[in-house]
């Protein structure tokens, strides 16, 4: 089978390499013109004028990234299958949009409203009272176009930063620790539930990952399932899926969803007994998904800026190191690597061992370690 991939990053090179062994093709259709995949067979066309020949050359489509045109997506989804839906992408793409299907399923966010001007926002920001997060409605990730409002009179210069015509207000989430749930969903509407993970981000950047969380009560998996799979009935949804969410004292809060494999997942690769790219590959393929059960505990780190002392991390027993072959730059994701362990005590060793290694990680910060 020939699977295209919209999009031509990391995710999608690691989409590929789970796929290679199910004796799947791939095909990257590039929109960017600086495609980093390093793999399988790259179409850079930021015109598109090369669709016909992308279509041609796949029997199934699916997306690394949802920040590419619904149009395109739905044009490709008149002549082969793509998974996930389109559907799914325009409502990720948009805050609002993305907010309201939540609200309407029953899941829960945190209060907000849409602001259209400073005088808006301002508005916005006294009426659900602060702090206050405000965010571009559409185009954001990794924390940008965002503001955080300390007072209705931040409004302004909050407006003129984020330089976006629609906001979305939401009041700050008072929360223990950041969580995200994956799951998947074949074609004949088989789900699989990763265990939750832990998130701590730096600078809107997600720089550590645990697995299962630490802590987590029963419930508290059950609730983010039951969510979960409302989305993925909802959408009728055919891959991975993820839900990040916020844990506090009264529940689950959802912030947003990704239509896609997650950098929150990447420890499922040596982490769980089928990695979320494989299950993405297996639920698009049309094939049955694989056992989504734990081998034991994980930490995820990513690799964010440069590269910092790869051969020493090698020589480490429990890290499994995952480069993406990208030039080093400020901020950006050039790799990650997974520790392994048998109990969470000796997790936070390993992953504080690791760490040192990485120049410009922050220091290992989670619910397993003493707060300061």
């Known amino acids: ?83 996930p839906c389109p559907r799914a992408l325009q409502v990720c793409q948009n805050r609002e949009a993305e907010k309201t299907l939540f609200g309407e399923l029953g899941i829960p966010t945190p209060e907000w409203k849409i602001a259209d001007s400073a005088a808006s926002l301002k508005a916005a920001a006294e009426e ?15 924390g940008k176009g965002q503001a955080v409002l300390k007072s209705p009179e931040e409004a302004e210069a909050a407006w003129a930063s ?46 550590y990952s645990i697995a299962p969380a630490p802590k987590l009560e029963k419930h508290v998996q059950e609730d983010a399932e039951r969510y979960i799979k409302a989305l993925l009935n909802e959408l009728d949804y055919v891959g991975v899926l993820t839900l990040e969410l916020f844990e506090t004292t009264d529940g689950l809060v959802a912030n947003e969803m990704a239509p896609r494999v997650h950098n929150s997942g990447h ?29 034991g505990l994980s930490c995820m780190i990513n690799i964010i800026g440069e590269h910092g002392d790869i051969e020493r991390i090698l020589e480490l027993p429990y890290a499994h190191v995952h480069l993406y072959n990208k030039g080093e730059r400020p901020g950006r994701k050039l790799g990650h690597v997974n520790i392994l362990a048998d109990s969470y005590e000796e997790l936070v060793w390993r992953v504080k061992n690791c760490a040192q290694f990485l120049p410009g990680s922050p220091e290992f910060k989670s619910s397993l370690t003493p707060k300061g």
């Open 1 to 83: 089978m020939r699977i295209g991939v919209l999009g031509a990053g990391q995710l999608g090179r690691m989409l590929a390499l789970a796929g290679y062994p199910l004796a799947k093709t791939f095909v990257f259709y590039d929109m960017s013109g600086s495609p980093s995949a390093g793999l399988g067979e790259v179409i850079i066309d930021r015109e598109g004028q090369y669709l016909d020949d992308f279509l041609s050359r796949v029997d199934r489509v699916t997306y690394e990234f949802e920040h590419l045109p619904v149009d395109v997506a739905e044009k490709i989804a008149a002549h082969k299958p793509v998974h």
């Open 128 to 142: 659900l009272g602060c702090p206050v997060v405000a965010k571009s409605n559409t185009e954001g990730y990794d």
């Open 162 to 207: 984020i330089g976006h015509p629609r906001l979305i207000v939401e009041k700050f989430v008072d929360f223990h620790r950041e969580v995200s749930i994956i799951a998947v969903r074949a074609e004949d509407g088989e789900l699989a539930f990763y265990p939750m993970a832990e998130n701590t981000h730096h600078e809107g950047i997600l720089r």
């Open 267 to 295: 420890w499922t690769i040596e982490g769980a007994m089928t990695s979320q790219f494989e299950n993405h590959i297996r639920a698009v393929s049309g094939h049955p998904l694989g056992n989504v059960a734990p081998r």
